[in-house]
Nanobody, 119 residues
């Protein structure tokens, strides 16, 4: 069994910063792509950023230049550094990971961490 556990969410003022972490544990030989998504109240879950095993990144236009995704393969952990936060960044943030298993690639999700940007 594989588990993803996010941490680092909280309440921050506009213009502030937060760093989210997501650690994968369990029967893991390797991890392909990892990513962060978010879901605001009344809205669909949306892509924030992804990173491949080789370090190639992709960002939603709304966070480019403000958010940075990174990963530590030795720790099976992905990070999201969020700077210049805006109220519209308020959402539950979820991480995911594509993990190769004997029957093929499988997508795992974390339980989510709340980020609230408010004065």
């Amino acid at each position: 069994q594989v588990q993803l556990v996010e941490s680092g969410g909280g309440l921050v003022q506009p213009g502030g910063s937060l760093r989210l972490s997501c650690a994968a544990s369990g029967s893991i030989f390797s991890i392909n792509a990892m990513g962060w998504y978010r879901q605001a109240p009344g809205k669909q879950r949306e892509l924030v950023a992804t990173i491949t095993s080789g370090g190639s990144t992709n960002y939603a236009d709304s966070v480019k230049g403000r958010f940075t995704i990174s990963r530590d393969n030795a720790k099976n952990t992905v990070y999201l550094q969020m700077n210049s936060l805006k109220p519209e960044d308020t959402a539950v943030y979820y991480c995911n990971a594509v993990i190769p298993e004997w029957q093929g690639n499988r997508l795992y999700w974390g339980q989510g961490t709340q980020v609230t940007v408010s004065s």
